[in-house]
């Protein structure tokens, strides 16, 4: 089961990057051969609920670096739990708590102000829709380059699709797969750094050691320092992580391309799924006519309260786990045996899950392709299970270090955009302007994260202000 799986990687890089097919094939085989199959050489893929959430919870679990490629000298790919914790312990406080308390109550809500300038804008002078992909780009860039660099880009005040196919890196996932399945070429960048120029993380790199200098220069020089320079995230990350430029430059990278493309498939789901449910719109709406709004007009972002309200909380919740993106596994590994139902699984098996196929187990969420939100305002039993299910944002001891970054902007800006904005959802093909890409595929490809470039779809938004001044 499947006999080619168990002799060479290759079965994987043949369904991902010729057939495309990865997702459909791997429930196919668990259709055939129960929860367990095998999909690499060492590699075991579970769908089992339970037993991956518990499994997740031992602290010995090391994560698998033929799988994180670029990643594993990265907190998203270090495979050691120890060294994994300390750089951790470093991180997670730069992304959590005050430092971000302190960047959503100021840049956040000034980036979001941006937008809603920039969408009104459009919305009165076009008759036509919209291109929603490349404002949420610059938006999402904007918020990530800020947050990290302490310096606003101001992308959503340049040219939108300059900044769209210049910025977007495209084909990272071809990228990781190329990686893990051949070795070879994962040995060669190792060997010549200077091949990652040429990656898909190019210009993220570049950005990052482009901010890095001065600062470098700031604690080199204490002519030339500014106070500014040494309190961004960047600096931080600079003084706490020994002062070593490369990690320094590719954990900020990798928080960079981490964020940016997971924020704007978030955002382009939620925005989808409303406009496919128009109802949800009215009861957000009726929910957000609660907020005082003669405190900040329509710019109802700046309210702290948004990020307490429940219905938009559901709302949220129900889209991300929709996004769960199919090609995402979960690899753990660990040097104990493991006892799975009576079978003994040999150390360092690589164990694998799927997030999408969690997202979607039936048990858990009844007609799980359904956009339901409502899934998550009951109290009962089962949403509490479902509740404490949830591995939208990762698992056990590696959950995502932008998660509460993440939330903070999937609400204030779907509040923002449902308060202010009519939009509905242009068909497929209409809007696109020349050059724009139709191919991928699937009835909506912008919903594609990590898309290969010319595969990457855009979402066009017919938009008109609900309000008269705003
Ligand atoms: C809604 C948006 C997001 C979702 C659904 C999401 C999801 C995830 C998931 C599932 C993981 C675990 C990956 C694994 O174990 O292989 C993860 C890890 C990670 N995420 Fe996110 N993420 C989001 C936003 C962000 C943002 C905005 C950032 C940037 C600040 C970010 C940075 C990271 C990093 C650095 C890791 C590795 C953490 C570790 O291993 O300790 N994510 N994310």
Redesign the pocket.
Known sequence: RPPFAAITKLYEAYHILVRNDWLDNLEALHRRYGPVVRIGPNELHFNDHEFCLAHHRRPDLG?CTNY?GLLDTL??GLASPHR?TER?SIMQPL?SGATLSQFSATTMNSILDSLHNRLTDASRAVSGPVNATHYLWAYTNDI?VS?LVGEDKGYLGRDLQVVHDELRAFSAIELATVLRTMPIAKKAIEVFPALRQYSPLAWLDNLVLENLKPMMKSYKDPEAHHEKDRQSVLARLWTQLGQDAQIVAQEAA??LF??NE??LS?LTFLLHNMMKNPGCIAKLRAELDNLDVSMYGHRIWRDFKVLRLLYLDTLCRES?RL??PGW?R?PRQTAEPVDYKGTVIPPMTSMRFT?HMLEHDPLLYPEPNSFKSDRWLSNDAQSQKAMASS?????GT??????F??RQ??RKTLAGLVYNFNFSLCEEGEGEGEGESKKGGSEFPYLTTYPRKWYEGFMHVRLTPRFQSI
């Open positions: 994560k994180y907190l998203g994994h951790k992304f990530m947050y990798q928080a981490i964020g997971s924020l978030n991300t996004s769960s995402h979960q997030l591995v939208t944002f990762g698992t590696r959950t995502c270090l932008g998660q970054i993440a902007v999937l």
